[in-house]
């Protein structure tokens, strides 16, 4: 009688036994973080709704209108808004559909597009940039004292440093 051999996934590298647990303190830190985190960015979206845009559109529009010309090639627009290329390819499809951007192609470069902003999506922006800002004063700036957010500001800036630094890495 024959046996058949079974191979077994290989085991997911796990922390090891030493790995610290978080304190009670540091574990109401991290769900208090993620809890504003969800919060706050649903509230952002659900306060851009009526101007018919996402978060991810309202940051793409932001990232364009701040850039060189209004445009940024799509690799780096991807990198900048953290989305791989294929979703963003079909996020401006969507937007180039309501005409907020289009899709020019990169003379340096034939495989390379550029997402230019168009002179609708400057005014999308131009019409939605102040209710944006006061959503965000409303549910989030005013709601801290100066020095709580210079806190925040130090605290949180070497977290995004070491994030950026490791993105992309295993």
């Not at 005014?123 to 944006?132: G, I, L, Q, Y």
């Not at 801290?144 to 890495?169: D, Y």
Request: a negative charge.
């Amino acid at each position: 009688m024959e046996t058949m051999e079974t191979q077994t996934a290989p085991t997911p590298r796990t922390p090891s036994e030493e790995t610290p647990w978080l304190t009670d303190a540091e574990q109401c830190a991290w769900r208090t973080h993620l809890d504003v985190s969800r919060l706050l960015m649903h509230q952002l979206e659900k306060d851009l709704q009526p101007f018919g845009l996402t978060n991810n559109d309202y940051e793409i529009l932001v990232n364009l209108s701040e850039s060189d010309e209004n445009r940024m090639r799509m690799s780096d627009l991807a990198t900048a808004t953290l989305q791989s290329k294929s979703r963003l390819s079909h996020q401006i499809t969507r937007m180039e559909a309501a005409g907020l951007v289009r899709r020019v192609n990169c003379e340096s470069d034939r495989r390379g597009l550029f997402a230019v902003l168009t002179d609708e999506g400057m005014e999308t922006m131009r019409k939605v940039a102040p209710h944006h800002v006061a959503s965000v004063r409303r549910h989030f700036i005013d709601l801290l004292p100066p020095e709580a957010l210079a806190a925040l500001r130090a605290s949180l800036r070497p977290v995004a440093e070491h994030l950026r630094e490791n993105r992309g890495k295993a």
